[in-house]
């Protein structure tokens, strides 16, 4: 059986391969459909059973009683007080509902699902051991042997029953072209040897989160802590459906939307690259003394460089110079809005020209 580390250049950790040498370079390669991703830190779930898609649905903050097979979504598991729980990639077959999952939640969801199933007619298998991810351009994947639909990211579009709160047009994930195909394992194995034969280029992890931070894209694995309500990382464009039937957390989640404002909101940060210092997820992030919020994703970009997602406080002031405070000191960071202090109980929000593509951190 090939194995990741005879792929030329890998490295390696426990989430699978960072990179193969050049994660910048992989990024470009992966971003224009030369390269695929062995996706390591993504499981996947199986559900099966007539009941299957009305049961989600009935779970789930997204409409999936009547799913079409082969189309794309995402579904979140909330709390009884509308925090994000669990999240997954969502596509159907006519006949099994596979959720791509990440790995640090796939246990958890697994669990939560297999015992909320009652006696209604599903079953729910966690294929972590026989089945594998691999992610890149749908056009990159499309032409692997998959066992399921490729599930194409709807991220930044916004869904049916969703609402955004980003106000830039065009949104920075506009242009991202993402799609995630189910292998089993013998595909998976030869997939890896043709890779470590030199017969087909593969990125690393570290090109696939510098991506999805341009993008703005959240994660639940990276960017949700105990508290994080949808609203907050403008997450009710893709995975929330607005007016479907009850579901755990809808009270929440309307009345935040319709009545009032999110506690936090997600911002994009520039980050200074002169020293070559990344912060860390959690790093604190200061408005001069005063603590404002936190690291939530960070990554080095192709295009912009150094660049992060922080959640920071509804009222955290906005247009001044930030600082993020590092194991190696102070970082200047510029912020851009992503979700609006205002997001939440308005009609409508005017859209506003993106900024430039790289801005210089003061």
């Not at 193969?20 to 993504?42: C, H, I, M, W, Y």
Request: charged share 25%; proline share 7%.
């Amino acid at each position: 059986m090939a194995s990741l580390s005879e792929i030329p250049g890998a490295v390696l950790d426990d989430r699978g391969l960072r990179h193969v040498g050049s994660p910048v370079a992989e990024q470009r390669r992966l971003a224009s459909g030369t390269a695929v991703a062995p996706l390591g830190d993504r499981r996947v779930v199986s559900v099966s059973g007539e009941d299957r898609r009305s049961w989600l649905d009935s779970l789930s903050s997204q409409a999936l009683t009547h799913l079409a097979p082969g189309v794309s979504t995402e579904m979140l598991i909330l709390d009884p007080q509308g925090r994000v729980e669990h999240a997954a990639s969502v596509v159907d077959d006519g006949e099994t509902a596979w959720l791509i999952v990440d790995a640090a939640d796939v246990e958890g969801l697994a669990a939560w699902l297999t015992r909320m199933r009652f006696r209604l007619r599903v079953e729910v298998q966690d294929r972590s051991a026989d089945l594998f991810v691999v992610g890149g351009t749908r056009a990159a994947v499309s032409g692997l042997p998959a066992v399921a639909p490729v599930w194409i990211d709807p991220w930044p579009d916004v869904s049916p029953g969703g609402w955004a709160y980003a106000r830039v047009d065009p949104h920075p994930g506009a242009d991202r072209d993402w799609a995630e195909a189910i292998l089993d394992a013998a595909e998976f194995d030869a997939l890896v040897g043709r890779a470590a034969r030199g017969e087909i280029s593969v990125a690393g992890l570290d090109a696939v989160e510098a991506l999805r931070v341009a993008a703005w894209r959240p994660r639940v694995s990276v960017d949700a802590d105990e508290r994080l309500l949808p609203h907050e990382m403008d997450w009710l464009r893709t995975a929330v459906h607005m007016s479907k039937g009850c579901y755990r957390g809808q009270e929440t989640v309307a009345k935040v939307h319709n009545l009032g404002h999110p506690p936090r909101r997600v911002v994009a940060l520039q980050l200074d690259g002169s020293d070559n210092v990344l912060p860390a997820r959690g790093d604190a992030v200061r408005a001069g003394d005063d603590v404002i919020g936190a690291i939530t994703s960070v990554a080095m970009h192709h295009e912009e460089g150094p660049i992060a997602l922080a959640l920071v406080k509804r009222n955290a002031p906005e247009g001044v110079p930030l600082l993020v405070d590092t194991a190696d000191g102070p970082l200047a960071a510029a912020a851009e809005t992503v979700v609006p202090a205002d997001a939440g109980a308005t009609a409508s929000v005017p859209r506003l020209p993106r900024l430039g593509r790289r801005r210089s951190a003061e």
